[in-house]
């Protein structure tokens, strides 16, 4: 599906109306849905973020190049329903950045069909991929590789694909192409794939097969159970096999100036072989709605202690270059803000450690959880609590997330040093 | 000497005879009531579901110290061999399903796409306890015998007391007030597993297409003392889905209107 982009406020608004009166329309027919009538339900979100950046941070001199911290609100209008074989998920946004003109997006992030032919069961469009036993990190999500543990997250993006699904009385396997056409793009997410996806139910376990085979990756193979041993704890695995991966990290500490002060090459691509991720974790849960989660991983394609050291050192030697006859500060700036790339890769920590205490009032309105991700690794880690409240329409939620650690370690380098949000959402 | 080990020998032989003769006799006493609880429950079932498979719209209302709190649509599909599939129909739940299938759970959140296994404790916890929607049965569940009569708000009544013979039952024990005059549910106290009283749930009957049938439940949570629910069953038809549809799997899918 093609992402529109419109900049004019005039038409957003216009945009933004004629989408409320179809969302409108949609409700009052959702009111007598039967199996196969349309049936729709539309969400306003509003939510505002403050964010506190790191300004002795060692990658200061870029931050103005960024979007780090910039984040104001974001107005968000969703249309969720089907029509006959045809499910939607619409999202129109409004998002405004410190410094920026406020800007729109319109996205279909769902839009297929379900269909079965001759006994055969098809799904065709765009569509949520999202797979895996895990909370925190998922290895086995290797079609939509969505990004865990976001404050205040947008709505995910689906993955234009076709898939062929088979259902037995204990398990199921699907084929899936997914972007078709597509070799390999500017992000994982977006290359052309095939897979097959397994699923088994084995008594009181949940076991999960995936193959899939990529351009970028070759073949990829993962394995993931989930398991609920009694009445209060769940346990669960997750395991993937690449046959190649790959990790954006800092240039060599013997590169040139020239290749300092290049934005374009502050980063490189560095080839793993076979590389492996795997987690282990679980789940406790109490009667009086109190839940435990503990979760232990090991990526082999995150950056490693040493390339965030690196980056620290790298930045040193371009702050260091500041103001020399010869070097402008632009480019300086520009090579510095293209190195915090770095942080845009999916897992932080290669070796990562999360405990989430978690409360629901039972059969009630509140929530609430704190929880706490440790970089082994490194020493960095990120506190986050958050609150949330659920009315008959309205919901209410709030969340403060704060990073540190040691000076090198890829936390406590981000710029950002706590984020907070508050968002309210009404549901039709 | 000889007459006390030939009393000793009588005796014996008394206990042996009785125990041959009396175990038997016993167990025969036993199944005839189990069969007598098991023929009350099903008629006590009737009232609730009177078909083996099918689609019940039910929604539920909460009140918080008397007064409206929320109000959640459900639509629950029912199949024999304990399994059900819970679609959440209200405007902020939208997308979200839960199956059970015997003791086994998963919930499906829209937002990711991704059946959730969960365990019993979770699924106790959610909102109106959808446990309380999708159990539609007595009689699949539960064991037990006639523990005498009571009166409840002028009904004479059938006292059983219940006990869940499958481990994911959200109530251990249940004891349960029939009408004596044609075993319609009037009351039943629901326990947890530490044996408190959860919740006392009466049950309201109306004449649904020309047949006495269950309306309203309201359940009294007796843990949260200014808590109570409503269940009302809006519509029950006999719309049945095939096994594909209870496959955890299948939760990605939408081919059902949610």
Redesign the interface.
Known sequence: MKRLRFTAPSCQRRLLHCLAGLLTASATLSAGAEDGAPDFGWTSRLVGEGHELRRDSPLAAGLGLTDFGRDRYRIEQELRGRVGPLSLLLTATESGQEGVKPSGRFVANEAYADLSLGGQRFSVGKKMLSGDVAYAFRPLDVLQRESRLQLAAPQLEGIPMLSWDNFTADGAWSLVIANPGHQRRGEAREDGSVALKIYRRVGAADLHGVLRNSNRYGLELGAAASMVPSDALELHASALLQRRGERQVPLADGASVAQLLSADSALVTEAIATPRKVLVGGTWTSAEGYSLLGEFWWDGTTPTPADWQRLVRQAARRAALSGLPGVPAAAVAGATAASTRMFDQGNLAQRGLLARLAWSEPGGAWSASVDVLKSLGDGGWTLTTALAWQGERLRFDAGLRRYGGPADAAYRLLPERAAAFVGISLAY | MFKRIALLSLAAISLAALCILGIPLCGQVMAAEDAKVKALLKQADAYRLAMESGRVETEVR?FRAGVL???RLYAVYLKPGHRSLVLFRT??E??QKMLMLG??YWLMM?????PL??????K??G???TGDVATMTWGEDYDGRQVGEETIDGVPCLKLDLVGQR?GVSYPRIVLYLAKKDHHPVQAELY??SDKLAKLARFQLGTVDGRKQVTVMTLI?HL?KE?S?EVHYLSRTD?TLS??YF????LV??????
């Open positions: 909460t709190d929320k109000t405007a902020t939208r997308g003791d086994d829209p937002s990711s796409q991704r296994r969960i365990t019993a404790m979770q106790l916890l909102e109106a306890s481990k947890v597993a949570d949260q808590r629910t719309k096994d594909d496959n955890p799997a299948f899918r939408a081919d059902l209107t949610q």
